[in-house]
Structures are given as structure tokens and as C-alpha cells.
């Protein structure tokens, strides 16, 4: 038998991959289980969308321009500058969902071996794709105790090497929550200055900002035109998720060609999902009110009476709809084990992600779980209290 | 400003990218300009298809599985059992597009450094996905004087080192529209069996093989069943190239979990393009005998007409929808810029492919070019027409 590939092996499965087993199994046994582990959306998708794949008129469903459709990558443009990014349609790449934007800039930023610093815990895909491109991710550990947030500047410093290309960083955060400042911006666009390096930074939470804080994007940090990379995508924004658009934007023409040369190769976005991002440009704006007053109240909910749980902390998220909580636990991924294998409250119980998987630095997050509350409120009510319940017996728990 | 990656710099432009400007500008000036450089067919996708996509009414566009949505899997599967394939719905992965089929197969099947032979000329494309891999492509020359013909084995054997991992084909082949006989897959199985390698096997044209051939696909090779690995595309077979749907399957378990994790790291692929392309397996057999018939005409049309020109040659394709010919010229590329830039025959001008940028060789193909017969027969009588007057008066030609 032929040998498989030792970098395929050294790909890291999903985080939650070892639990899923268990989730089905809980189910098979009759049991109700609150996922509070994953980033699909109960929300819907805007009817302009829905409406414009209905009514798809086209005889032949042909490969789109290797950028996208140029009529929705001037509709992007639009958007772009509606909200105070000035981005010409030709400076954007329609991309496969906000992953191979992120693979673009991988490839095209750095070569193998070079180095990317990022924030820690990060998106866990991060990694993969920094496998998928041999590129070595240097994490900076920031802190559940401010929020997550982005760590002084200083700590970022101490990081560079020769190899040093880029920072990339997820604001608002998957997975923490986190929004960075404008003041922590402008500290990290003057390291990008004076070091030359690029800032990627993965924006797909924009519309997602919360208690009347202000999302500030990388294309706006005045001086930064050659060094930022826009990664963004249509899945959270519209909640069409598996449409898989998103987009790569740079204004530095020479990066813009050279990922142009990776989007040729792979021929085209879908065009189907171009075709309902296009569409979701138009959504009306009680659309977004309306997700908005959605978020917060779970949001408020879930960090309220999480908090009231004996030795959780659960810091106030200003964007995303993530939260990382610590647990009065020694070991998140047995506790979150043990939740689907053996616990159930009233026949229900609760599926939380290891948040040990968003670290890069071993050791870090063990009594840590992400929590997506991307559930309704009610259900979310079950899930705290199953979590209370648990939490009272479960055999591992530090405050005794 | 920052420095952009020396492998992104390294990266193949697309091989007709050179030429696109021209053929705008060719338009501009209000001249006809005939595509007979893409594959992009002109055919019809499936009603049924499109009705899938008229009739979607879920509430959002969810993510699917990472494999695929198991309903289509599982109807890929009997698909398979239909024409003798013997797969399972578990031992296939729903891709974006082969392309990224052929990403995950170089990925796990090879390490960096590692050598793939392919015959060539070959889809220009591989030659991405390889640096995209890092993987070395070790090319062996096939002969347009019998039709592309695989290779005799001993060539392969010649190539074979300590790196050497697999051996990919395309067949039938894009560019060539050679099918490979019964004959020459059980020689190159013996090779891979006798060496430890895997085949990859890009079968996306495995519907359109003329004249009776039958299609062979690496699955049906007794004994392969840990070493190959089959690449697949409703692309072509169903004209829906803007679906991006592929797959990648294998029956090495090792492999699968390898691309599995590849597979979760970009979460899903596209949902809409899975619909069509579920649907499409319904296809009825009447729109598969109208597609074969029109491809039959053309090819029968295009291959007499262009061998009737003086110094071209054109060799009889017995599968998929293009031909690489050799024209009577110094330099094809040249040619091919020259009729665009230069030449009109009744305001109509011809849009074809160099072939030099389908040899991994450097100086092949330097007077070849590919031809993509998706257009129909009329608009082939007018491009044939221009290429028979334009090669009376080409200046670079070599027969005087």
C-alpha cells in the first residue's frame, strides 16, 4: 500500500471532531442536545437572496470572470464605500467564502517558512491554512480576564524575526468576541509601518458590533494602502453560509495580480452564491435591526446568567456572536465530553467547543469552552441551566 | 511597502492570459472574435438542474456537511454502481470543483518535494495546483502523430525515483481528447503496484468518448484499490461549470480521513452547486444522446475541415471536446496574438489556445495549438474559415 502524505497526517482535525460521535450518540438515546458549539446561524437568510436563486433565468450555468461577476464586484465596491471603505471594484477577488481569501493571502503574503503572528485563541482554521501553506504561526496570548483584548503592542514586538511577514487578525473575533479599538489599530498599523509588514485582517463579523462600538476595518487606517488585506465573506452577514462567498481585497496591485494568478487557477467562484451575494446587497436595513436586536438580547442573556453560575466567567463579547468562557473545570474537553456521554438534565443536554483547539501555545484554555449563541432564547435558557446543573456534579470540578 | 511571496511571483499565469487583451480590443473594433480557446461549453445545462435551483425553499442557505450533503453522496454513489464503479457514498468527498479535488489528492497523497509524473501536454492548471503543493512535476512527452497515445510504459519506468509518489492522468484528456485503452491503464496499474504509487485519475470527461471507445475508469483496476484515487467534476458532464461541484473519491480509508481534514478546514463546499448537482443526476438519458451527437458533429466537422488546410495537422480525438493541432507556423503564440491584434477575414477573427503552455518541457508545443470544438458547427465553419485565409498570408508561416 502506498504511503500517505506525513503533512496530511499532521493536518489538525477539527477541535469538536472527537465529540461528534458523542453528540450522536446522546441523540440516538432520545436526548436533546443545544449546540452551542458551532457558527451556522438559525437566522434567516434575506429574502432578496432566496428570491433571486428562485429566479435564476440563465440557460446554461457557466464559470464566472476568475474575480467574480463583475456586476456583484462593483455592487461590493458599493457596499464597500457605503460604510467608509474605499475600495474599487477591481481591487476585489470573489473568493470560495472567507477561506480561500485567507489561503490567497497566505500564499501570496508569505513564502514557506515565514512567519505570521496571531493573536491567541484564534479561529482554529487559521492553522490549518497555515499548514496548507507552510507558513509558521507565532500566537500572542490574549487575556479571557480584559475581554481578549488585542495585547499590547510591546508583546507583538518581541515576536518579530526576519521571517516575519504579516499579522493577522479576526475583528470582531471569532472566537473570542473581541473589537479592537481604534487606538489598538492605529498601535499595530504603526508596527506594520515600521517593520513592513502586512495586516490581514478577517472583518466577516463587521455587522456585528455591538453597545454602539464602531467597527473600524484595516482599509481605513490611514497609510496602510500597500500593507492591508481585506478578507470578508457573505456567510454571517446575510446568514447564508453555504452559498461559500467571500472575497480578497488589497489596494497593492502587485499582491492583487499575484492572487489573481491563484484565482485563475481554480477557475471560478461559484456562481449560484455569487449570484444570491449580488442579491443580498440589497437587503433592507429592518433586516439587519432586526438580527441586531436578535444578537443582543442572547447575547445579554447568555453572559448574564452565565456569570451567575459559581466559578464561570464569561466576559461581555462587543461583536461576533462568540463568547469564551472559563469553567470551574479541570479539563474543558472531558467536561465537554462527559456532557454528551453521560449527563442529562430533563433528557437534555449541551454541546460546548474545547476552546484548548483556538490556542496555539500548548497548555493554554483547558478550563476554557467557546459558546456560539446562535440559538434562540429559549432554547438558550435550556442550555444554561443544563450547564448549571452539570456543573454542580460533574465529578471533575474545581471548586468543590 | 511590503514584498509579496516569491511564490506567488512564481505562480503560471493563465496560458491565454497574455492574449485576452487583445481579443477585447479585437472587440472593440467590432470584430466577430470566435472562443475557440476555453471550455466552456455552449450546451444547455439540465432542466432539471435548473428546476432544482427555481424550486429551493429552505430558510437558509446552511452549510452542508464537509463531504457533502449525504443525500447527494449517496446518489453519486449509485451513479458510480451504474456505469461499474464500485464506490460507497463514505469513500466520496464533494469538492469545490475538481480543482480542489486534485488540491486535496496532491496534498495528502505526496509531501513537499515529492515527484508526480504526467504525460503531457496536460491541463495547464496542474501546473498550479503542483507549485501550489510543492510537489515536482516530472513530465513524459506524449506524440500528436498518434493521437497523444499514453506513453510506452518503459518511458514512465525511466522517470521513476525515491520522490516518485503518483502518477496522474487525464482521461479522456483535456487537452489532447486522447482516451486511453484497456491496454495501456493495466500497464501503468502494474507500474503503480509494482512501485507503491498511487494513480490520480481526472475522469471529468469519462461521458464523452466517441466511436464506440469505452471509458475505463482507475476504480475498475483489479487490485487499485489502495492506490488510486479518482477526480470528478458535473462541470462538463452536465454543462454546469458555475456550479463548482467536484469530488474527490477514494477506498483508501488512510487517504479519505487525510482529505477529510483538508475538506473541514474549508467547512463545506457549496450548497446551491450541490442541489444542481444532485438533481442532475436525474438527468434523462435523452439530453446525454442530443449532447454526444452534437459533439460528434463538431469534432467530425472541425478535425476534417482543419486537416484540409495545407501544413495542419489534426489529430482524431476520440474523447472530451478539444484537439491540439500543429499549424504550419514559427510560432503559435505569436500566431495566435497576430490573428486577434492583426488579422480579419470578413470582420471575423479566431480566439485559440498556444499549446506551448500545456508542455512542462520548455520548446514543445511551440508550433501547436489547442482547440476546444464548443461552439456550433456554423460558428466552426467561420472559424475554420479564418484560419484556412489567415494562414495564406501569415507572415511567420513556415510553409511558403
Same mark, same amino acid.
Given at each position: ?17 472527537? &465529540?461528534?460521535? /458523542? ?24 429574502? !432578496?437572496?432566496?428570491? *433571486? ?9 457557466? /464559470? ?10 462593483? %455592487? ?12 474599487? /471594484?477591481?481591487?476585489?477577488? =470573489? $473568493? ?5 481569501? @485567507? =489561503?490567497? *493571502?497566505?500564499? $501570496? $503574503? ?13 479561529? $482554529? ?5 497555515? @499548514? &496548507?501553506?507552510?507558513?509558521? #504561526? !507565532? ?57 513592513? +509588514? ?5 472583518? !466577516? ?12 476595518? #484595516? ?10 488585506? @481585506? ?24 499582491? +492583487? ?33 432586526? =438580527?441586531?436586536?436578535?444578537?443582543? *438580547? ?6 448574564? *446568567? ?38 442529562? /438534565?430533563?433528557?437534555?443536554? !449541551? ?11 500548548? %497548555? ?9 449563541? #446562535? ?17 454542580? #456534579? ?7
Amino acid at each position: 500500500m502506498p504511503n500517505i502524505s506525513e503533512r496530511g497526517k499532521m493536518m489538525p482535525p477539527s477541535p469538536i471532531r472527537k &465529540l461528534v460521535p /458523542y453528540a450522536e450518540e446522546a441523540k440516538k438515546k432520545g436526548r436533546i442536545v443545544y449546540h452551542l458549539n458551532i457558527g451556522q446561524p438559525d437566522i434567516k437568510t434575506p429574502e !432578496v437572496a432566496l428570491n *433571486a436563486i428562485r429566479q435564476y433565468d440563465e440557460k446554461v450555468i457557466e /464559470y464566472s470572470h476568475s474575480a467574480g461577476l463583475e456586476s456583484y464586484r462593483r %455592487g461590493l465596491a458599493q457596499y464597500y464605500q457605503s460604510i467608509g471603505i474605499d475600495v474599487n /471594484y477591481d481591487e476585489i477577488i =470573489v $473568493t470560495t467564502g472567507g477561506s480561500e481569501a @485567507l =489561503v490567497f *493571502a497566505l500564499m $501570496t $503574503t508569505m513564502n514557506k517558512g515565514d512567519e505570521i503572528i496571531i493573536p491567541e485563541p484564534f479561529y $482554529t482554521n487559521y492553522n490549518s491554512f497555515a @499548514l &496548507l501553506s507552510e507558513v509558521k #504561526v !507565532v500566537p500572542i496570548t490574549s487575556d479571557i480576564k480584559n475581554g481578549f483584548a488585542l495585547p499590547e503592542v510591546a508583546e507583538f514586538e518581541k515576536k518579530i524575526t526576519d521571517r516575519t511577514k504579516a499579522i493577522l487578525v479576526c475583528n470582531p473575533s471569532n472566537p473570542t468576541g473581541a473589537l479592537y479599538s481604534q487606538e489598538e489599530l492605529y498601535k499595530i498599523r504603526d508596527l506594520a509601518l515600521k517593520y513592513n +509588514l502586512f495586516i490581514i485582517a478577517d472583518e !466577516v463579523y463587521r455587522e456585528f458590533c455591538y453597545d454602539g462600538h464602531k467597527h473600524l476595518s #484595516v482599509m481605513q487606517l490611514e497609510g496602510m494602502q500597500q500593507n492591508a488585506v @481585506l478578507i470578508d465573506s457573505t456567510s454571517k452577514r446575510y446568514s447564508e453560509c453555504g452559498t461559500r462567498i467571500g472575497c480578497f481585497v488589497t489596494k497593492n496591485k502587485e499582491l +492583487l495580480s499575484s492572487a489573481m494568478k491563484y484565482a485563475q487557477a481554480r477557475l471560478s467562484p461559484p456562481l449560484l452564491g455569487q449570484i444570491a451575494g449580488e442579491a443580498s446587497l440589497n437587503t433592507p436595513k429592518s433586516y439587519f435591526e432586526e =438580527v441586531y436586536n436578535e444578537y443582543i *438580547a442572547r447575547r445579554d442573556y447568555v453572559v448574564e *446568567a452565565l456569570n451567575k453560575i459559581e466559578g464561570v466567567f464569561c466576559p461581555m463579547p462587543k461583536g461576533a456572536f462568540y463568547t469564551i468562557i472559563s469553567l470551574p473545570v479541570e479539563n474543558a474537553e472531558e467536561y465537554c465530553q462527559w456532557l454528551l456521554e453521560e449527563y442529562h /438534565y430533563n433528557n437534555q443536554t !449541551v454541546m460546548l467547543a474545547p476552546a484548548a483547539g483556538f490556542y496555539s501555545t500548548k %497548555g493554554l484554555g483547558v478550563n476554557q469552552a467557546r459558546i456560539a449563541y #446562535v440559538l434562540k432564547i429559549d432554547d438558550l435558557k435550556n442550555a444554561v441551566k443544563v450547564i448549571e446543573e452539570s456543573l454542580k #456534579v460533574y465529578p471533575g470540578r474545581t471548586i468543590k
